[in-house]
């Protein structure tokens, strides 16, 4: 509740043709396990300066899921996945959390570098708006 009434206040002057341009982004993280690139994680976990052989056992259990179909009961052929995280694997929220994560600096590199400004209402406390906190 707080957050939407946090939004109904940032944006409630957003009408007025006065000032500077405004903008209002939401990132729609629906099926989100499913969205996340392989090679993009692989590079976060590689900025994270974690040793090569970690990256390359993380590697193995986000990029080595086959599916199969069932028909009437029996199932059918093998598709390997190309993209996405594995739904109920205990390793899944904590990858998508280092994805997000970097996804929030790059928009606050952004941001620092004038390409575009947070709302001057925004609260001090979201440093990175898009931070996951446990």
């Known amino acids: 509740m707080e957050n939407c009434l946090l939004a109904a206040e940032i944006v409630s002057g957003y009408h007025n043709n006065r000032g500077q341009k405004k903008l209002t982004l939401k990132i729609d993280i ?3 396990f499913d969205s996340v690139r392989w090679d993009f994680l692989t590079a976060c976990l590689q900025a994270l300066n974690l040793p090569n052989l970690y990256i390359r056992w993380l ?3 986000y990029s080595t899921p086959s599916f199969s179909v069932d028909i009437n009961g029996r199932l059918h052929g093998f ?3 190309t993209r996405g995280l594995r739904q109920g694997d205990p390793l899944s929220p904590y990858l998508f959390g280092i994805v997000m ?3 929030s600096q790059r928009l606050d590199q952004a941001a620092q570098a004038g390409r ?8 001090r406390f979201m440093s990175y708006p898009l931070m996951l906190r446990g």
Request: proline share 10%; aromatic share 16%; glycine share 10%.
């Open 101 to 103: 994560n970097i996804l």
């Open 116 to 123: 575009f400004g947070y709302h001057p209402q925004l609260p």
């Open 59 to 61: 590697s193995t259990c």
């Open 79 to 81: 598709f390997n996945g």
């Open 30 to 32: 629906a099926k989100a």
